[in-house]
C-alpha cells in the first residue's frame, strides 16, 4: 500500500500558510508501516481538486485529505468528493444534531451555513470530531481508501489517531514498520560525507540513507522498512553506529538538534563558561545559544563588535593592528577572542570577523571570507574559511563556524 495526500486551501498554494499538516500524517502512516508517494497541494477550486482525486486514485492505495470540510462557500471537499465518486451528497441527520448541540452548548444558534457540514456523498461513512463542527469522511474511490480530514492541525490529529488509524490497520492489518533517524553533521562539504559512507547511500539498501544539506548542516536520513518495531530499532542502531565510525567528530547531533544545543550540553558537563566577540555575525553567536534553556548558565555574555572604533574601544584591538592588517584578518579575531576571554573571565571564548557582502572584500580576501577563532587557557586557535552564498547566509554559516569550534573544543576537555 502507498498512499497520497492531498492538502486543500488556497492559502496553501499561495504560500500564505506552510503546510504542516502533511508531514505529519506521512509520519504516522510511516509508523504502521505505509509510504507516502504524493504529497499534492490543490487550491479551492472545484474542478482541480476533482482532477487531484482522479490522480491520486490511479497511484495510490490510500488517499489522505486535509481542509476543505469547513461551512463557507470555498469549502469543497465533500462536494468534490460526490463527483468523483459519481454520487450524490446527502444529509446526515446525526451529523446535523452534532453540529446543533456544539453550537447549543456553548449558548448560540447554529448558522445556516454550518448545515453543510452534514453533507456527505452517499457512500461515504461519517467519521466524528469530537471537538470541532466539521466530521470527516470514510469512502472508497476506485480501488482507494479515502479519509478526508478537517484541516485543524488539533481536529485532524486527534481524528486520525481515533478514527483514521483504526480502520487502516482493520483494512490493511500491519503493513510493518518504516522508521526515521536523522543524523546531522558539520564540517564536511555534502560530496566529501558521501565519500565516507558510499556503500551506505547504495540503492536497494535497507536501511536506505539519503543526503540533504541546509546551510551548511548535512544530514543523513536512515529509513528502515521491517516488520517490525524491534528489527527496524535494531537495523537503524546499527546504520547509526557504522556513520558515527566513519565520520567520528563532524557529527553532532540528531534530529533537530542544533549545534547549539550541543554546546550548551557541553558546557554544562564540563562546568565551562563562555563568551564571544562578534563583527561579522552581528550578535547571531550568541543569539543561538541565548535561545537554548539553562544558557544563562554558562554564557556569560559577548560584545558586537561591528567596526574598527568598537573594536579598539572595547577590545582594546590596537589601531596599529587594525590599519596594518586589516579587521578581516587572523591576528585581529585572536586578539578579539582573547580580550573578551578576559574582559568576561570566560573559560572559552570565541570571535568573528569577516566580509558578508555584498560590499568590501579584497583580491586576498573576497567577499565571503570569515576568520573564527576560539580562545582558552591552552591558546587560541584561528580558522579561516570562505564560503559562497548571500549575506545572511555567509553570516549564519559563520556562527556555526564558531558554534563547532566550541564544541570541538568542549569534546576534548575532561568533563568536571
Not at 145 to 152: E, N, Q, T, W
Not at 185 to 194: I, N, P, R, Y
Not at 203 to 225: C, F, M, Y
Not at 355 to 376: C, D, M, R
Amino acid at each position: 500500500m502507498r498512499a497520497e495526500i492531498l492538502a486543500i486551501g488556497t492559502e496553501l498554494t499561495t504560500g500564505q500558510t506552510v503546510d504542516t499538516n502533511s508531514p505529519w500524517l506521512s509520519q504516522r502512516l510511516a509508523e504502521v508501516g505505509i509510504p507516502t508517494g504524493y504529497h499534492t497541494i490543490v487550491p479551492d477550486e472545484l474542478t482541480d481538486i476533482v482532477e487531484a482525486l482522479h490522480i491520486a486514485a490511479g497511484r495510490a492505495s490510500l488517499i489522505l485529505i486535509s481542509g476543505g470540510l469547513g461551512p463557507t462557500q470555498d469549502d469543497l471537499t465533500r462536494e468534490a468528493l460526490a463527483q468523483a465518486a459519481q454520487v450524490s451528497l446527502v444529509e446526515d441527520p446525526a451529523a446535523l444534531e452534532h453540529i446543533r448541540t456544539f453550537f447549543s452548548s456553548r449558548g448560540r444558534p447554529m448558522p445556516e451555513r454550518n448545515r453543510q457540514q452534514a453533507l456527505r456523498p452517499e457512500n461515504a461513512e461519517l467519521l466524528p470530531n469530537p471537538i470541532g463542527t466539521a466530521p470527516g469522511l470514510f469512502l472508497h474511490l476506485s480501488q482507494a481508501l479515502v479519509f478526508a480530514l478537517p484541516g485543524v492541525p488539533r481536529e485532524l490529529q486527534l481524528m486520525f489517531q481515533e478514527q483514521v488509524r483504526p480502520r487502516l490497520l482493520k483494512h490493511v492489518g500491519s503493513a510493518g514498520v518504516i522508521l526515521y533517524r536523522k543524523i546531522n553533521t558539520f564540517g564536511l562539504g555534502e560530496s566529501a560525507v558521501e565519500e565516507k559512507i558510499a556503500d551506505l547511500t547504495a540503492r536497494g539498501r535497507n536501511p536506505e540513507v539519503g543526503i540533504t544539506v541546509s546551510d551548511a548542516v548535512v544530514s543523513l536520513r536512515i529509513i528502515a522498512r521491517y516488520p517490525t518495531l524491534a528489527e527496524a530499532q535494531a537495523q537503524v542502531s546499527a546504520t547509526e553506529s557504522l556513520i558515527r565510525q566513519r565520520l567520528g567528530e563532524i557529527v553532532f547531533g540528531v534530529e533537530d538538534e542544533e549545534l547549539e544545543d550541543i554546546v550548551v550540553r557541553l558546557a554544562q558537563e564540563r562546568k565551562a563558561t563562555l563568551a564571544a566577540a562578534e563583527s561579522i555575525t552581528g550578535g547571531l553567536v550568541a543569539h543561538r545559544i541565548c535561545r537554548v534553556p539553562g544558557a544563562s548558565q554558562y554564557f556569560r555574555g559577548g560584545i558586537v563588535a561591528y567596526t574598527e572604533e568598537i573594536k579598539h574601544q572595547e577590545l582594546g584591538i590596537p589601531w596599529e593592528m587594525l590599519r596594518e592588517l586589516g579587521a578581516v584578518s587572523a591576528p585581529v579575531a585572536q586578539a578579539m577572542a582573547e580580550a573578551v576571554r578576559r574582559r568576561f573571565a570566560a573559560d572559552l571564548a570565541v570571535a568573528t570577523t569577516g566580509f558578508a557582502g555584498p560590499t568590501g572584500g579584497t583580491p586576498q580576501e573576497p567577499i565571503g571570507t570569515a576568520y573564527v577563532a576560539l580562545a582558552s587557557q591552552q591558546g587560541t586557535e584561528v580558522v579561516r574559511h570562505v564560503w559562497s552564498g548571500e549575506r545572511t547566509e555567509i553570516m549564519s554559516r559563520t556562527a556555526k563556524l564558531a558554534l563547532n569550534l566550541l564544541r570541538l573544543h568542549l569534546l576534548r576537555r575532561p568533563t568536571s
